[in-house]
């Protein structure tokens, strides 16, 4: 791919400007505590810490698998509780735009290292503008803001992959795009990024990384829970009745939506995904197809284990749908579907079950809005309930993610550990990610 061509598909950039679209925005709980921006004042100094603070009002950004936008948080830290108590004061997703998107879906294969440091520039400059808007949304000013949490946008995740170059230690890598300096510079606010690497050094998977906020947030003394992301790749987070940090197990299931939406772009169906999940509702799945998909060697790993979408989405599935234009696009989208909830539920039945009890299923990410999946993964984890998680915490579930990178960002300034090193397999505890500091 050369330089010019991504160049001119990418969107001109304009500070002015906004993202292409809100996708969707999340309106306060109602009779919610949300703290008063007068009540938050600036970062107090953490105690025995010269150089650690403790931030009170943090902006989480993320950008997942599916690659088609950034999902923008701003959150409110109470910092006399132990651990901190979290308040979601705002949330709103803003889309890529389409040109953006494919050049990103494109990239792991594609992209040339000159195209690689565009993108990262490009998207952070994305990023910053996130924050701003969603500031420009709540009426408040960089000045109140004390970090910034960026996730960035992954273009590969290659946790104990065997180089090429023959044999030798298995190299712990990844790659998030989304330049923490531009996103410092354009909004004035100290910055932090690149959260997987410490724990990559350290051995670990570098995911998952929400098992510290899925803890914080739905830890019960009484009650079994796993809490479930479906996002392009879906996650479980196991959290024992009374669980301490250390029982917590949690680990990739195999794919989220991410085929599910490369199915909808391949055979040209309405906007690039099945909306609802309408379209497999009214399908029914291939046990030919099914068979083959659960044959991958992944779902057979234990954990820790973590997943890069071209574990599933790569030549094999290409030539899979290619195998599939005689059957209809209700069928194809049903049995993707079924594979999805099949992995979840035989996941969660393999590995979780075996170790604590389940007796919730709190569901989050995009995949909460996929009845098709809903249904089945209703059935799948009997006599467990599936729940959407944000009843269960004022957290929507689609914020989720990013609401755990201003955690993280957090924690990181606050000289904190935020890994579970028995979700991520890391030798131990580490602080994570890159500070950047603010204008």
Not at 206 to 222: N, Q
Not at 309 to 325: G, H, K, Q, W
Request: with cysteine; proline share 7%; glycine share 10%.
């Amino acid at each position: 791919m050369n330089l010019k061509p991504i160049i001119r598909e990418f969107p001109t950039f304009h500070k002015e400007e906004g993202l292409l679209e809100t996708k969707r925005q999340w309106i306060p709980c109602e009779g919610g505590n949300t703290p008063s921006r007068e009540a938050s004042g600036a970062p107090s100094y953490h105690r025995g810490m010269s150089h650690a603070i403790e931030p009170n009002l943090v902006i989480g950004l993320s950008s997942g698998t599916s690659m088609d936008g950034i999902d923008a948080a701003l959150v409110q830290l109470d910092h006399s509780a132990v651990p901190p108590a979290i308040e979601l004061i705002a949330f709103e997703t803003y889309a890529y735009a389409r040109s953006l998107s494919e050049a990103l879906r494109a990239a792991p294969k594609k992209a040339l290292p000159a195209d690689l440091s565009v993108m990262d520039v490009m998207v952070g400059e994305e990023f910053a503008r996130a924050a701003l808007k969603l500031l420009e949304t709540v009426g408040m000013a960089t000045s109140e803001i004390a970090a910034i949490g960026s996730h960035g946008q992954t273009i590969v995740h290659l946790p104990g992959r065997i180089p090429d170059a023959g044999p030798g230690p298995s190299i712990h890598a990844s790659l998030q795009i989304g330049q923490p300096a531009v996103i410092a510079e354009r909004t004035g606010i100290t910055t932090v990024a690149d959260f997987r690497a410490r724990d990559l050094a350290s051995g670990g998977q570098g995911a998952p990384l929400v098992p510290l906020l899925d803890h914080r947030l739905y830890a019960d003394p009484t009650i079994g829970r796993v809490a479930l992301n479906v996002g392009g790749i879906a996650n479980v987070t196991g959290l024992p009745p009374s669980s301490d940090l250390s029982d917590v197990l949690a680990f990739d299931t195999g794919p989220g939506n991410v085929l599910l939406d490369a199915a909808a772009r391949y055979r040209g169906i309405g906007a690039g995904c099945d909306v609802d999940g309408e379209l497999a509702i009214s399908g029914q799945p291939q046990e030919e197809i099914l068979d083959e998909l659960l044959a991958n060697p992944f779902f057979k790993r234990k954990p820790p284990k973590s997943a890069d979408t071209t574990d599933f989405l790569n030549d094999r599935i290409t030539a899979l749908f290619d195998r599939s234009e005689s059957i209809s696009d209700a069928d194809l989208l049903s049995t993707l579907t079924e594979f999805t909830a099949c992995t979840v539920a035989k996941a969660i039945a393999r590995f979780l079950a075996v170790r604590q009890p389940v007796d919730e299923v709190l569901i989050s990410g995009g995949g909460v809005y996929n009845h098709a999946l809903r249904g089945r993964l209703s059935e799948l984890v009997l006599p467990a309930q599936l729940r959407d998680a944000g009843d269960v915490a004022c957290v929507p579930g689609d914020a989720k993610e990013a609401v755990a990178f201003a955690v993280l960002a957090a924690e990181t300034l606050a000289g904190r550990p935020g890994n579970v090193p028995t979700a991520t397999g890391a030798s131990g505890p580490r602080v994570l990610g890159t500070i950047v500091p603010g204008v």
